[in-house]
């Protein structure tokens, strides 16, 4: 069972990355499909409160979001944008004739206006946030015990699991590492949609580093006391 999950989120942390990694390159390169719209329909939601701040957590600035939700009538297809920031709406209205940017037949723009929702802290995105150090742990894990089985296809060496183990830590921490500098550009704006590939591939790389020296050293082992070898003969 928790192999099947795994192999869930994987591949829907894959289909996510694959989806805002196609639409910023179709954003930068102006290859979005473009197609004439009609706004059916526009509906806001309105949340407010407190940011927080403080030392009693309620000296915070009060904070008023609106988001809408967009209605578009393209050909003969009704297609709904959701999570739309106000300032992506302007002077948008139900009835008005509009530009749509589609990618794959999904709206990323409205008469060159940005309203394609990201990765977001909602609904599965944050499932996927919070279990990202799962993720990443498990597929250098799996990535470790295949290289491990390469190595020992030639019969010369087999490693067990735990003589895997350090090599996996390090690669782990490397890649929550990286996890933390890509936080930290978040921070200051500057975020790239391929964001899950970064850490799981400075991890994996990291482990692959380590696991290439206790190879190595397990290899030099061998040699040097070959199994089923006999002490020297005394005189």
Known sequence: MFRLVMAALIL???????EETGVAHAQSNGTLHTAGATVTKLTSHTTSGRDGGGQDGGSGDWNVTTEYT?????????KTVNGVPDDS????????????GLWHGRVVEI??????????PRGWDMALFMLYPLITGYLI?????????LAGLDGRVRLERQERAASWVFGFLA?????????????FGNTIAYWPLVPVGAGTATALAGLS????????????DPPGGSAPAQA
């Open 89 to 100: 709406v302007n002077d948008l209205q139900e009835g008005r004739r509009v530009r749509a």
């Open 111 to 120: 008469d060159g206006r940005d309203v394609w929702l990201g990765w977001h």
């Open 12 to 18: 829907l942390l894959a289909m996510r990355t694959y």
């Open 213 to 224: 020296r206790v190879l190595r050293r397990a290899r030099a082992a061998r040699v040097e």
């Open 175 to 187: 890649g929550m590492a990286a996890s933390f500098v890509l936080m930290g550009c978040a921070a």
């Open 70 to 78: 967009i209605e578009l009538r393209v050909g003969d297809e009704t």
């Open 141 to 149: 894990a799996l990535t470790l015990a295949a290289a491990a089985y």
